[in-house]
């Protein structure tokens, strides 16, 4: 039986109703992160994964915009599509609105507000991509663990339990928003049933994988940092930590440019002709010194 490659997809839908007014206008994943737009974090993690065909789940309202940012993704040497989301309806929805591009393809599904950066992410995800049977998904240590999916872990840090938004959390460890799934994906979202919120929710898609024990849940503890940019603070906070590691370093993070590059999706020269197109920036001119040799760490 043939292997698919996995797909990517990015829930950039919604309206963005925690930073309004600003979204009033604009969607939320096309803000800035420091230099770079919102929508360039979760590309650039799907990218480490090895993963080169994404869909983008967008409202009517934005996808044009997208559109005009992103095109096709062919200049980063990847394939970019597009659905519109209606209505929010939960996160598991993604699926479901992703079906024709899947094709029967495992998946990845990250949010379009979520940010990480750690020394050993791109291990952890090619990891993830390599895994084809039950899913992958990440848990990271919180002070406000009931805004989030909890998982609970035995005393062999095995995963045993998750709950949504528990008034009472059982750990600490919150589920991050970026999900790697087997090809099942698509029909065992099928069966989910609404929430009381009237959603489907991916709390219950990961229990269904959980009850197979074909749940893997990966702990990115210290030396890993996750950012659900959602809100005026966290949009903040991750931006000032982009700039100090960046202006410190010297190097960017989640340019999707130069991780095409170093991928060998595109070469010097498309490299080269994408900085000139944005020579009068700081981020054109770190794709021209790539280029030219200048930055190859």
Known sequence: ???????????????????????????????PVYNKPMIFYPISTLMLAGIREILIICTDRDIDSFKSLLSDGSQWGIYIDYVIQPQPDGL??????????????????????????????????????????????????????????????????????????????SSNFAVTGLYFYDQNVVELTKTLVPSERGELEITDLNNLYLLENKLNVEVLGRGFAWFDTGTFDSLQQASEFIRTIESRQGLKISCPEEISWRMGW?????????????????????????AQGKGNI
């Open 1 to 31: 039986m043939e292997i698919k490659k996995r797909k990517g997809i990015i829930l950039a839908g919604g309206n963005g109703s925690r930073l309004a007014p600003l979204t009033l206008a604009v969607s939320k994943q096309l803000m």
């Open 92 to 169: 598991a929805q993604a699926f479901l609105l992703g079906e024709k591009f899947l094709k029967g393809s495992p998946a990845a599904l990250i949010l379009g507000d979520n940010l990480f950066y750690g020394h050993d992410l791109v291990l952890k995800l090619k990891k993830a991509n390599q895994i084809h049977q039950g899913s992958t998904i990440f848990s990271y240590q919180v002070n406000d663990a009931e805004r989030y999916g909890v998982v609970d872990f035995d005393k062999n840090f095995k995963a045993i339990s998750i709950e949504e938004k528990p008034r009472h959390p």
């Open 266 to 290: 595109i070469n010097n020269k498309e490299l080269e002709n994408i900085g000139t197109k944005m020579i009068n920036s700081s981020y054109g001119k770190y794709l021209l010194s790539l």
